[in-house]
């Protein structure tokens, strides 16, 4: 299933610099699209979405850029802090499917104090 | 914060047997949905469930596996007879409403570890 790709397996950034966590689709048919964070041994934890309407949106620290044209969706942090280390993962729906979430594979952020 | 809670946390079966996995989700969420993560790949979806009755699954969901909720607060994954390519974590979560009356978060438990032997 290569519809959600996270190319990035890792990334590492230095505390309160910027991270920006990166995601790709293929189906221009998807139409609302999530960032989860995910700490070892616990599940998924709903972070920010934005619908295929919008190309941004922000809550605080954690700003969501959709890119139609080119099906990129993008996570920016900032400033990112120690705690923000976690897998992040994008997620994304098709409307005419209902209400499955198709994941990426996920990155693992890293933030350096 | 109401969060939805998962039991086990880790589940060790041996192959052909059957493991009932165990969820409350959020007490006013609605839907309710298994996904499963094997080592390495990514999270993938199972199934969804509202009203009693399976509203949607994937290709993965076969006979093999069904879902119910037995009561107001638990909502259950059987696998009848586990394979050893079952292992993988699973997770439930519940979302207050779907696509496309709105757009749906949806809430994830910590997960049940199930190996296979």
């Known amino acids: 299933d290569q519809q959600v790709k996270q190319n990035s397996p890792s990334l590492s950034v230095q505390e309160g610099r910027i991270s920006i966590l990166n995601c790709d689709y293929t189906n221009s048919m998807f139409d609302y699209f999530l960032w989860y964070k995910k700490y070892p041994a616990e599940g998924p934890t709903f972070l920010i979405s934005i619908s295929s309407i919008k190309d941004k949106n922000e809550d605080g620290r954690f700003t969501v850029f959709l890119n139609k044209s080119a099906k990129h969706l993008s996570l920016h942090i900032v400033p990112s802090q120690p705690g923000d280390s976690a897998v992040y993962f994008c997620a994304v729906r098709e409307e005419t499917s209902g209400s499955r979430l198709t994941f990426g594979e996920g990155t693992q952020l890293t933030v350096n104090p | 914060e109401p969060e939805v809670t998962q039991t086990p946390s880790h589940q060790v079966t041996q192959m052909g047997q059957e493991v009932i996995l165990r969820c409350v989700p959020i007490?006013?969420?609605?839907?309710f949905y298994w996904y499963r993560q094997i080592l390495g790949q990514k999270v993938e979806f199972l199934v969804s469930f509202y009203n009693n009755e399976i509203s949607e699954k994937s290709e993965i969901f076969d006979d093999q596996f069904s879902v119910e909720r037995p009561d107001g607060s638990n909502f259950t994954l059987k696998i009848r007879s586990t394979k050893l390519e079952d292992s993988a974590m699973y997770f439930c979560?519940?979302?207050?409403?779907?696509?496309?009356?709105?757009?749906?978060?949806?809430?994830f438990g910590p997960g049940t570890r199930l190996t296979v032997l």
């Open positions: 007490s006013n969420h609605l839907y």
């Open positions: 979560a519940s979302s207050h409403d779907r696509a496309p009356v709105s757009y749906n978060e949806q809430f």
